[in-house]
């Protein structure tokens, strides 16, 4: 059980593009999603918190209009990078918490973007 | 200021020899404490969530456990493929978000 999977798990574009990364619980419903980003042999970084029907909650330092994210429905979310630049490669992970009373967040595979 | 702080960042171990990893935390009002084995290119793996002091929970050759101030993951006669970056991360009581602060890790080698 408490399985997170995320798609693309690797993308390649250019610059000025947008790419939107999917993540998805499936076999259970999550009340909120995360999304984090992890620079090479650093610890995760928190970017954004996001509840299903309501707008997300971003971290200090991070552009809302750059990295949008959907939370749809109980199951999935969604992270794009607009007008993506190099220095937004990395490697981006996302979690979810399963509905009230579990307090583990379960982690996707990651999607590994590079932005050439 | 909340802070996760782990120790040492990087370990090497020949397969047999156990050790700790330390995890240090200041936060004011511990909701959860969480254990993580990240392999590279991969997401966390789920270890354990340690509530109060005084808890203690195992999984096959991983041992953690929890103070006031501080958590241990305790290795007992570890194998090459206990390799891996152990994550340590803290919840706040006071968080309606279930946001976790994460540890910079520790970056643990197991030589045959």
């Known amino acids: 059980g408490a399985v997170v999977s995320q798609h693309p798990s690797r993308v390649i574009c250019k610059s000025g593009t947008s790419v939107k990364i999917e993540c998805r619980s499936l076999?259970?419903?999550?009340?909120?999603m995360f999304w984090y980003r992890q620079f090479p042999k650093q610890s995760l970084m928190l970017m954004a918190t996001?509840?299903?029907?309501?707008?997300?909650?971003?971290e200090q330092g991070v552009e809302k209009d750059k990295f949008l994210i959907n939370h749809a429905s109980l199951t999935l979310s969604t992270l794009t990078v607009t007008s993506a630049h190099p220095e937004d490669s990395s490697f981006y992970i996302c979690s979810a918490t399963p509905l009230a009373g579990v307090t583990e967040q379960f982690f996707g595979p990651g999607t590994r973007l590079t932005v050439l | 200021e909340d802070q996760v702080t782990q120790s040492p960042e990087a370990l090497r171990l020949q397969e047999g020899e156990s050790s700790s990893l330390n995890c240090s935390y200041t936060?004011?009002?511990?909701?959860?404490l969480f254990w993580y084995r990240q392999d590279p290119g991969k997401g966390p793996e789920f270890l354990f969530t340690l509530y109060s002091a005084g808890e203690e929970k195992e999984k096959e050759r991983l041992k953690a456990t929890l103070t006031k101030k501080e958590s241990f993951l305790h290795i007992t006669a570890p194998k090459p493929e206990d390799s891996a970056t152990y994550l340590c991360?803290?919840?706040?009581?006071?968080?309606?978000?279930?946001?976790?602060?994460f540890g910079q890790g520790t970056t643990l080698q197991v030589k045959p």
């Open positions: 936060v004011s009002g511990l909701r959860g």
């Open positions: 991360a803290v919840q706040k009581g006071s968080s309606n978000t279930g946001k976790l602060i």
């Open positions: 996001s509840n299903e029907g309501s707008k997300a909650t971003y």
């Open positions: 076999d259970f419903q999550a009340t909120t």
